[in-house]
């Protein structure tokens, strides 16, 4: 069965260190999307992507994130200088079609981040 | 605003028990779904259902919605061990949107 797959799926990093986070999205799927849960806690919306560019993002994904899509099967999440508080594990997810009824989200699982 | 607020945060029950969770929510959703996250792991999607639908079924799950209430129950019937996890809802406000999680229930089935 396909799968959304993530890399790496533990990074320990230092403070004000640049991170990137890989996906390979299940493969026709047409939407991309990040999210993030901080230990034991809510699972927090980070961004959408659709048709090569972002369509929608949180408060929370400032100018100190970005999303690339650089060929047709990876989806990177890229943190420029992380903070103490960008620990959390982050997951990839994407989804086959965007209608009215819209459908289920395929979750990667997960990479977890340390920022010391 | 919250979305997807679910109750109660912790449930602890039996094995063959059931286990009734609620999700309340407060904008209009064309979709609302359940997922499942064991601990340390992704989430799995459970089941879906649509705003002009009340109630759904898949094997041992049972998932009513009121929109007028704006709420819904996720019920698991004759729970097993192997359900214990965390369970969330979402809400999906309609094309080309997020899914908005709550905050999830922690479920334990106790042998």
């Known amino acids: 069965e396909p799968e959304v797959t993530q890399t790496p799926s533990h990074q320990v990093t230092q403070m004000g260190q640049e991170v990137i986070l890989r996906c390979v999205p299940i493969s026709n799927h047409l939407y991309f999307y990040w999210y993030r849960q901080i230990l034991g806690q809510k699972v927090e919306f980070l961004v959408s992507?659709?048709?090569?560019?972002?369509?929608?993002k949180s408060e929370i994904f400032d100018d100190q994130f970005s999303v690339e899509r650089p060929d047709g099967s990876n989806f990177t999440l890229k943190i420029r200088s992380t903070k103490l508080e960008d620990s959390a594990m982050y997951f990839c997810?994407?989804?086959?079609?965007?209608?009215?009824?819209?459908?289920?989200?395929?979750f990667g699982e997960g990479s977890r981040l340390t920022v010391l | 605003s919250q979305q997807g607020e679910e109750d109660p945060q912790a449930l602890s029950i039996q094995e063959g028990e059931n286990a009734t969770m609620n999700c309340s929510y407060k904008?209009?959703?064309?979709?609302l779904q359940w997922y499942r996250q064991n601990s340390g792991r992704g989430l799995v999607h459970l089941i879906l259902?649509?705003?002009?639908?009340r109630e759904k079924h898949s094997g041992r799950l049972r998932v009513t919605l009121d929109t007028s209430k704006k709420s819904s129950s996720l019920l698991i019937t004759a729970s097993r061990a192997a359900d214990t996890a965390s369970y969330f809802c979402a809400t999906d406000a309609g094309a080309n949107s997020k899914l908005t999680f709550g905050k999830g229930i922690t479920l334990s089935v106790r042998p």
């Open positions: 992507f659709y048709n090569n560019e972002i369509s929608e």
């Open positions: 997810a994407s989804r086959r079609q965007g209608s009215v009824y819209t459908g289920e989200l395929f």
């Open positions: 259902i649509r705003s002009n639908e």
């Open positions: 904008t209009s959703i064309n979709n």
